[in-house]
């Protein structure tokens, strides 16, 4: 067999003509090359009439981008199969894949089993039986798989004819470019500028500009005339016949496809015809190439029309099943199928790469055949298509399409398994496509099943009124047959597509109309699934006392249907009521047993679930450490499945976990909230700006608040001394069921209602402290709110001290906050109550100024070390107020200065060398242990003493306890912030 890379020697001209009059293009992709090279991904779109050289240009692109060291890939869409999911996908990282040593390949692919679908040789992933999931956790896999390649090598990528990319490979890049930052990405996507592509091609380029990549917008021109005899004399070789040249160049006005078309016809004739009159050359492109195709013998034309219907580029083993005979029947060529590609391809007419797939050269040559074809050799093409497929691996999903459009489909089930294997890869058209199909070859029994997929299709696909035509008719249909469980499955689809929409009353009938169908039935799945949607419902509308009477009536039927899923659905929706009803106890028994029977029946969806609502559970109790493990089980859930999506809560909850509990530098990610703490008021302004603006963006009507933004526009507000502002932003903060974390954005509006409505402040307080969820958290919040209600007195102010029960009042209720907080391991809010509890303790009139200062030296500390600046300063004025000398060893007096701006820094050793202190041990003790001279050590903590502001050994034990840093002496943790 012929080398498949390779044509003969007047093609292999051709191809190696150099790129004529491109030179501005160039440029600005090599500019383009270097910023990516850097780290700052780019995407270059090339836009064209059809013709003019987009293809051309991406390769060489992709040729500079190989010299500079850059891994590439080539992706090309086809229109032929545009409704294929992931084609492109596939093609572009089958060849990056295959250039990659194996030992490495495995590497880049652990643990991205969910894209088996798409890349052969991994293997199944678990699944997940929920089309949207199962498409988000493939598109994920993709973006990972593209940065871990960045991160091996910078990477180029070029997407060829991207106008004609399917909705899943459009719905990756955009993805991509708004998932991938700072890496060495270079995305090349070619498209036509003519109608009705153009239109497809804004709407991926829209997409695309919607993430933070830099883009390069280059539409190619046609060649100059001087440009144009380059290319031509370039093509044929000189000398070239003036006026052979002349009629060549008005008839290809500049388009160098049509050029290099022409120059192939030309040497390719027999004799070749350098000069004279030549061969007719008609001005129009798609002319000139029907000009083409007439001259094609009788398989030649065959083959480019098996080429043109294939959609995804066949392997030549499939050329070779398409050009075998069925037993008995004539050969369909008379021509070796080699020689054919090989008259092809001198011709340009077909491109075979390098893994042997071949392919039409340009997308008008596709056009130009698909035009000439009469129906019915469409469809005898599409049957042989099939048939080469089949005898060449039976589960090839392309077989359905090709039956589908030969007109020789007759059994619904080979289309409704090409419908469930399009969906499980998230293809929506596709999989709606097939079953469309298949209701035309499905008997009148299985009509009203398919009408309802069809309109879950169409919700997943974002068309509503679409859902709710299909589910309409299959309640006809259903009606009409008298399939009690077909109008339950109905109803019940339009109830929760209503009560998503804000319309209860419509719901409710549907519900009732669900349940009514299923009267004097035996309990069945239709029904169970009724009760149990409708407690969702319930659940999520806040009316908890009808949960329990549903519970009731769904628990046989559960214990009946033996479905362990339906079971532990069940017992996560009652125990989520048990949430709201403040019952955390039960709670937490309903969820630990529908997380051990998820585990032990293996639905890593349903864990995940159980999991999420243990978080919740732990979030509101304040208790961190649960809090931490549940939501990072849960987060290794969401990446061992490959779905981002079920990732994201699990993050969240641990950035609370870090907020809370101190460790402010890897909780960056609630960043508005937190940058109001640490006093970056400009910078919190501008992100709640950007979220505020996608939220209305991303919901239906009047967005429902968010908590993480009502929180930090309250928190913005009272820092910048407007607590009405803070009241009016946080009012949703008082509904203690909205969110998973109520009680510290309680604390935040409690502040704020203590100064513009102590008696609404009073009752949130109230509020809070009826929630009992086992630990000292709702206890400590109320008490911390009830304080901020008694305004303290300025020392030397004409009110003058605070009466005793007063202050007896204040302090206890914040030292309650302060056990409380301390007990769960919450730094910041323990050391905002130390400063309020030491303001008081200063304004006492026999308070000791010693105490006040120890207290406000202890909440220093804690300010300092998380970087909270506003909260510091206040500290700082304190201490300053009750002790100059004291302020001075504590970073000098208040102000804006670099010290109050910046949190305190410890190296590694001045850790490991505190930490021993700690531990009890002498200067020398710690030498030894550290291989340092005691010299050493004690130069280390006076450097120590003096960034914390702490004066002894016991002081720094408690700086230490309080921060969280006590832990192994081997200064494992490096700097702290």
Known sequence: MRDRGRGDADGAVVRALPLVGRA????????????????????????????????????????????????????????????????????????????????????????????????????APRPLDDPALERLRIVDGLTRLTDRLTRRAPLALLIDDAHALDPESAAFLAHLAVTIEGRRLLLVVTTRADEPHHTRSVRLLARLAAGTWSQEHLRLEALTDSESRRLLTGALGPPVDPELTVRVLEACAGVPLLLTAVAADLRSSDPPRLAGSGAPLPGDLRARLAVRLAGLTDDERHLLELLALAGTHPGHAVLAAAARPDSGARAPFSTPLDELLERLERRLLVVTGDDGASRLAHGLLREALVAEMVPATRRR???????????????????????????????????????????????????????RAARDLSPDSEQAGLLVELGDLALQAGRRDEAVAQWRAALRHSRRRGDAGGITRAHRKLALLAWGDGEGAVA??????????????????????????????????????????????????????????????????????????????????????????????????????????????????????ELRRRSTAGLEIGESLGVETMAVWPR???????????????????????????????????????????????????????????????ALALARGNPREAARVGAPLADLTASWYPFAPALVLGEALAVTDPAAAAALADQVRAWSCGTAFPAAVAA?????????????????????????????????????????????????????????????????????????????????????????????????DLDPLAA???????????????PVRLSRRELE????????????????????????????????????????????????????????????????T
């Open 784 to 880: 911390g709110i009830d304080a901020a209600c008694l305004p303290i007195p300025a020392p030397g102010s004409p009110a003058g001290h605070p009466d005793r029960s007063t202050l007896d009042r204040a302090q206890a209720l914040l030292r309650g906050s302060i056990d409380g907080f301390d007990a769960l391991g919450l730094p910041f809010l323990a050391a905002r109550a130390r400063l309020d509890l030491a303001r008081w303790t200063h304004a006492g009139a026999d308070s000791p100024a010693e105490e006040a200062g120890h207290l406000a030296g202890d909440a220093l500390a804690v300010f300092s070390q998380l970087g909270a600046r506003d909260h510091a300063r206040r500290a700082r004025a304190l201490v300053h």
């Open 381 to 435: 093409r599409h049957g042989e298509l099939a048939r080469a497929l089949r005898a060449h691996d039976p589960d090839d999903p392309r077989i359905a399409d090709h039956l589908l459009r030969s007109g020789s489909l007759t059994d619904p089930a080979v289309v409704i398994g090409a419908a469930r294997r399009a969906r499980d890869l998230g293809a929506i058209d596709e999989a709606a496509r097939y079953l």
């Open 24 to 123: 501005a293009e160039l440029g600005r992709i090599q500019a383009a090359l270097a910023r990516a090279a850097a780290g700052d991904p780019v995407a270059v779109v090339l836009s064209g009439p059809p013709g003019i050289g987009t293809s051309r240009l991406g390769e060489e692109a992709l040729t500079l981008a190989r010299r500079a060291g850059f891994l590439t890939g080539i992706g090309r869409a086809d229109e032929a199969g545009d409704d294929l999911a992931y084609a492109p996908v596939v093609s572009l990282f089958g060849g990056l894949l295959r250039a990659v040593p194996p030992p490495e390949r495995a590497s880049l692919l652990r643990g991205l089993d969910q894209l088996a679908p798409v890349i052969a040789g991994l293997g």
């Open 652 to 714: 969240m909850r641990l950035i609370l976990a870090d907020l809370l509990g101190g460790n402010w530098d890897r909780a960056l990610g609630m960043h508005a909230w937190l940058l109001v703490l640490r006093g970056s008021l400009p910078e919190a302004d501008g992100l709640l700006a950007r979220a505020r603006a996608l939220q209305a963006r991303s919901t239906r009507g009047e967005p429902r608040p968010s908590i993480a933004v009502c929180t930090a526009g309250a």
């Open 508 to 625: 409710a009938d549907h519900f009732e109309a669900a349940t009514r169908a299923q009267a004097g039935l035996e309990p069945s799945r239709e029904l169970a699934e009724v009760l149990y949607s409708r407690m969702l419902v319930a659940v999520r509308d806040g009316d908890v006392a009808i949960v329990p009477e549903l519970a009731d009536r769904l628990r046989p039927i559960a214990a009946r249907l033996h479905d362990p899923g339906l079971r532990i659905r069940l017992w996560l929706v009652e125990a989520a009521g048990d949430t709201l009803a403040r019952d955390l106890g039960a709670a937490r028994t309903g969820n630990t047993r529908a997380l051990d029977l998820a585990r032990a029946t293996g639905d890593p969806v349903l864990e995940a679930r159980a999991l999420d609502q243990l978080s919740v559970i732990a979030s509101i109790a304040g208790d961190i450490p």
């Open 913 to 976: 060398v505190a930490r021993l202190v700690a531990e009890g041990r002498t200067n020398a003790e710690v030498a030894t242990a550290l291989f340092i001279s005691p010299r050493t050590v004690t130069s280390h903590l006076d450097h120590v003493y003096q960034r914390l502001g702490l004066g002894s050994r016991a002081a720094l034990t408690r700086y230490l306890a309080d921060s969280g840093l006590l832990g192994r002496s081997n200064g494992s943790n490096g700097s702290i």
């Open 888 to 902: 001075e060893s504590r970073g000098g007096p208040p102000g804006p200065g670099p010290a109050s701006a910046e």
